[in-house]
């Protein structure tokens, strides 16, 4: 079963283009933030936005309005329209295969305007961009990195299809693997005796890395024979019926680029942080304080 993980959130949020209506909730650097860009950043109707989410969201553009000019100014980062429509149409596609939704559902269901895709396009084609620069000042990974990696999570990182029969006890586990070796298909069980959202595809759970299950799971998966049934192992969700169909472990050169991707990112992270903490920021004292400690926003008014 996998673990509830935490959903990826985007470091940073673009605003929309609006008209400048609405009078000005902040300025970054002698640049404008109207209220009503702010308030465009959501789906709602603006009257029903409370005091701490309109801090939330002026807090993202603030960081929008300093990354944005630093990445132009800094290393003549500036998006295309090409570039950020290539950008939408690869997001659409990776929401809705992850959500099996239309985009247009989904912003709905997260109360945002369909609009925000272009914004949002465009702030990833700047990190791309950013990830691009900082690269070559990046320590490059060895194989002693990567084989230190492989042997700190052996498991995590190897990717497997798997399905899965998820009952509440071990003897309705036993009874379900005794139908299995009757001749019963494991999907056809899975289907009429599973109690979780993939019993209605036969227990797939897809092919995914290991890392994303709970350690019961993950290290039955990891030493199960393909294409055997194991035995019934007990997890925090209940019972399971494992069947691996494939397993198929990272080469030492797909590691280390990994490893690199993440010493890159931490240089990028490392300069927006600089970039924002510097930054010369007033705001409108009835939409919240500026503060850079713990970590830059808008600190919603207590009134």
Known sequence: MRKTLPLVVLALVFAACSSGAGGVAATVNGIDIT?????????????TVDKATFATDLTDAIIDRAVVNAAKVEFSIEPSESEIEVKVQNLRVQIEEARGVSVEEFFATQNLPIERLHAIAN??????????HFGPEAVPATDADANLLLTTDPTGRVEACIRH?????????????????????????????????????????????LGL??????????????????????????????LVESRDEPSLDEIKDEINLGRVNQLVDAWLVDIVKQATVTVDAQYGTWVTDPRPMVQAPVS
């Open 213 to 242: 299950y709970v350690t019961e799971f993950r290290l039955a998966a990891a030493d199960a024979e393909i294409g055997v049934v194991t035995e019934p192992v007990e997890s925090e969700f209940g019972w399971h019926l494992i």
């Open 123 to 132: 702030q990833q084609v700047v990190r791309d961009k950013l990830v691009e």
């Open 165 to 209: 029969i998820l009952v509440p006890t071990e003897q309705e586990a036993i009874d379900a693997k005794g139908r299995i070796d009757g001749g019963e298909e494991f999907a056809d069980v899975a289907t009429d005796i599973g109690t979780d959202g993939t019993a209605a595809e036969g227990g797939d759970l897809g092919c995914q890395p």
């Open 35 to 47: 209220v009503a860009e702010v308030q465009a950043m959501r789906a709602t109707d603006a009257a």
